[in-house]
């Protein structure tokens, strides 16, 4: 097997309790492990033996694999991991890639909150349903959740609108994600790269 990981390389990490999760760039590597650089902040998240979830971007794709906590460098600030290269995934072809993702979400337009339904999503956006007339110039207030998760709260940038006809009028917006925190961000592809996985093995 190819080797996939690279000094420098970006890797989101995400423990068991996904507050500590952060990305963050491999400082070394040798055969079986990686060590990363760690806000002090997020190492109380991981102590020695936790079996974690590692995600990292690719050439051929988006990289999935469980290492395990070797160490937990608090005067460096950095972890050592343990992997295992034959337990490498590797499903995706884009790093975001998308799922459908049948789900009522909030919108806000100026003074008003609208019920939305999403039809899928990634990390970089989602498209949905609307009755609302969205202007692409503008960015929108959106609220929702993954699963049992907390909520997640960013903006909405519409670069797509598509007007669909009948009894009720509504729109099909496709478009990004803007001040979208960087741990939402990462529980997101966490659930869409599972969301893949599952689909796979059926």
Do not use: H
């Not at 400082?27 to 979830?53: C, F, H, M, Q």
């Not at 460096?76 to 995706?92: F, G, I, M, T």
């Not at 990390?123 to 699963?147: P, Q, R, S, W």
Request: with cysteine; hydrophobic share 35%; charged share 30%.
């Amino acid at each position: 097997m190819k080797k996939l990981l690279k000094k420098k390389q970006i890797i989101y990490i995400i423990p068991q309790d996904i507050k500590g999760a952060f990305n963050s760039t491999i400082e070394k590597l040798s055969d079986a492990n990686i060590t990363i650089p760690s806000a002090e902040t997020d190492l109380k998240y991981y102590k020695k033996g936790d079996v974690i979830e590692a995600f990292a971007v690719v050439e051929d794709g988006m990289l999935y694999f469980k290492p395990v906590v070797l160490s937990v460098d608090t005067e460096n600030n950095s972890l050592e991991l343990e992997y295992n290269k034959e337990k490498y995934e590797l499903l995706q072809r884009r790093e975001y890639t998308r799922v459908d993702f049948d789900k009522e979400f909030t919108l806000t337009v100026g003074e008003k909150s609208s019920v939305c339904k999403c039809i899928d999503i990634c990390a970089g956006g989602m498209k949905f349903v609307t009755t609302e007339a969205l202007n692409t110039a503008e960015d929108y207030k959106i609220e929702f959740t993954l699963e049992n998760t907390v909520p997640i709260t960013c903006y909405f940038k519409p670069i797509r609108v598509m007007a669909e006809k009948g009894k009720t009028p509504k729109n099909i917006v496709s478009g990004k994600f803007v001040a979208l925190k960087n741990i939402d961000k990462i529980a997101i592809v966490q659930f869409c790269f599972k969301k893949n996985v599952e689909g796979t093995n059926k």
